[in-house]
């Protein structure tokens, strides 16, 4: 079955960084789509990145404003995503999800179906 496992959460002060991750099993990594997405409390939950299977196409949201880093590593069946110049604003569960297997729908929000549990990002003094 599909696992995906996100870790490295945590608090950060306004202006650190921040590096996520999620694991992925139960399905074949290197030929799906995969996005990041978060949830603040009392909001619902909202797209932040996604990468296509070939790792070649990113999409960001526009609260990220180049200050965020989608990666993959398919050898480590691991998405990544590096957070720079973090905000209050920020602070969420972040959680990454499994889309599609087609290469044009790395952008759709719509295609994301699977969850991870988690992890808590908290950007504050």
């Known amino acids: 079955q599909v696992q995906l496992v996100e870790s490295g959460g945590g608090l950060v002060q306004p202006g650190g960084s921040l590096r996520i991750s999620c694991a992925a099993s139960?399905?074949?990594?290197?030929?799906?789509?995969v996005g990041w997405f978060r949830q603040a409390p009392g909001k619902e939950r909202e797209f932040v990145a996604a990468?296509?299977?070939?790792?070649?196409?990113?999409y960001y949201a526009d609260f990220v404003e180049g200050r965020f880093a989608i990666s993959r590593d398919n050898a480590k069946k691991t998405v990544y995503l590096e957070m720079n110049s973090l905000k209050p604003e920020d602070t969420a569960v972040y959680y990454c999800?499994?889309?599609?297997?087609?290469?044009?729908?790395?952008?759709?929000?719509?295609?994301?179906?699977?969850w991870g549990q988690g992890t808590q990002v908290t950007v504050s003094s």
């Open positions: 990468i296509a299977w070939r790792g070649s196409r990113m």
């Open positions: 139960g399905f074949s990594f290197s030929d799906y789509n």
């Open positions: 999800a499994r889309g599609g297997t087609m290469y044009t729908t790395v952008g759709d929000r719509n295609a994301y179906g699977y």
